[in-house]
């Protein structure tokens, strides 16, 4: 063994100094680019992505708020940002709010900034057409006049003045023991939203209705009842002081005396209440979200169901479905998934609009869907979200991740949001977070009023 040793000693040194002869330089072999390597996925961690998902999304109420009052813009598309510029949604307006604080929370915006920024938009909001109290649907950024959201939609939207009102409670909440400006704020907030006359939109009947014109009155006659979006509004109805409804509105109206609940069960997990058109895998995910980002659905009960049970089944129901993947749509699965109303992929490639569920699957995921249901599935929810920054390159834009997208078109993605689609998202993140949302809502003594009064069970 020595001796090989030692002769291949000798052949490196003679090797060396042959080569040392030479006017030899050492050029390195390219080696052929690997498409096949896959790319290492983004290192972060849940909480920064969590931190990421709220800041950004952030933006589309402050950054690309509606310059003149400062309320939230039905629409924001980047690549055509004079659009509707000036389209004020009310609904979308209450989310914003409620985001605004959770910006000041969160250290996005000074709390003088806040405030600013607030009594800039509740001074709008008392100078804005109302119609019995109720807000329009759309506002003219502008001026405050009604912008019709259909010919006979010109007047008063009920279902949409709750969201907002949902955000005047929180305001006033979270301001009523500040300074004196912040308690100024703080009254200006309760006396907007204790002037909807609830009531009136009864049509003295045992319901609520959604929509009055002053030309057309109740012409649209569109009945509130469950089971959808709209269980704030009876709450809101019931704790209003002045303008209040009995219970036999609620009970007839939003419960149908009692044929609101269902014995359906899908994937293991019933669904509890009937979902109109949509009765064994349950409606589009924003049913799951509009109602709660104020009202805590843990708890949360009535003489039929439970809330909670409800809304978490439902989430888990549209998870499961798109698990299973009947239609074999790509990328479906535990890590890409949620079904809701959004943004949509027309058949022919253009820029549509779809309420998604699992009866009504195109292909098309939103991503408000599973981030905002993060209280119901938080660890379902991390995934989607650690899925979507994966992808961020195509679908992180400047407020926040876009509004839908479809791996099974060639990942088509629709670049631009939707303020209702936005606001569940970082509103929802912060109620899993610290609660700050429900808490706010919960604490209001007319809100806890109204639940007593239609014979509600809650914690807060």
């Not at 950024?141 to 019709?148: F, H, K, L, M």
């Not at 045992?206 to 979006?229: M, R």
């Not at 961020?392 to 303020?419: I, M, Q, R, T």
Request: proline share 5%; net charge negative.
């Amino acid at each position: 063994m020595r001796g090989k040793s030692t002769s291949f000693v000798l052949f490196i040194i003679l090797l060396f100094v042959a080569c040392g002869k030479d006017d030899y330089t050492y050029t390195p072999t390219p080696f052929p680019e690997d498409d096949s390597i896959t790319p290492p996925e983004p290192v972060i961690t849940d909480m920064e992505l969590l931190d990421l998902t709220q800041r950004e999304t952030f933006k589309y109420f402050w950054d690309f708020a509606e310059v003149n009052s400062g309320g939230a813009r039905e629409r924001y598309h980047p690549n055509d940002p004079e659009r509707d510029a000036h389209v004020v949604t009310s609904g979308g307006t209450g989310f914003g709010l409620m985001a605004i604080l959770v910006g000041i929370e969160r250290g996005y915006v000074t709390r003088e900034q806040g405030v600013q920024r607030i009594a800039t938009l509740l001074d709008f909001l008392e100078n804005a057409d109302r119609f019995h109290g109720a807000w329009s649907h759309w506002i003219n950024g502008n001026n405050g006049s009604v912008i019709p959201f259909s010919p006979s939609d010109n007047g008063g939207d009920l279902v949409e003045t709750a969201f907002l009102v949902q955000g005047l409670i929180c305001i006033k909440e979270y301001f009523k023991n500040g300074s004196e400006n912040e308690k100024t704020l703080a009254e200006q907030a309760d006396n907007l939203w204790k002037g909807v006359e609830w009531d009136w939109y009864t049509q003295n009947k045992n319901a609520l209705y959604w929509h009055w014109s002053p030309n057309f009155g109740f012409d649209i006659n569109l009945e509130l009842k469950g089971y959808n979006e709209v269980l704030i509004t009876y709450v809101l109805a019931a704790a209003s002081p002045d303008y209040g409804i009995v219970k036999e509105v609620y009970t007839n109206g939003w419960a149908s005396n009692g044929s609101i609940t269902s014995s359906n069960t899908q994937y293991g997990f019933p669904l509890l209440v009937r979902h109109p058109g949509a009765q064994q895998y349950g409606g589009p995910l924003f049913w799951a979200h509009y109602s709660y980002l104020g009202l805590n659905p843990k708890g949360l009960s009535d003489e039929y169901v439970n809330y909670w049970n409800v809304i978490s089944n439902h989430t888990n129901i549209n998870y499961e479905y798109c698990v299973e993947n009947p239609k074999n749509f790509e990328d479906y699965g535990p890590n890409c998934w949620g079904l809701t109303a959004s943004y949509s992929r027309n058949n022919d490639g253009t820029l549509g609009y779809n309420a998604h569920h699992p009866a009504n699957d195109t292909g098309v995921v939103s991503p408000t869907a599973s981030i905002s249901s993060i209280p119901y599935t938080p660890n379902k929810s991390l995934r989607a979200i650690h899925y979507f920054y994966r992808n961020k390159n195509k679908l992180l834009g400047p407020a926040g991740f876009y509004d839908a997208f479809s791996p099974e078109h060639g990942f088509w993605v629709a670049e631009a949001y939707l303020a209702i689609d936005q606001g569940p998202q970082i509103i929802m993140i912060e109620n899993h977070r610290t609660g700050l949302l429900w808490n706010l809502f919960m604490q209001n003594e007319e809100v806890r009023a109204g639940l007593d009064k239609l014979g509600f069970s809650y914690q807060f």
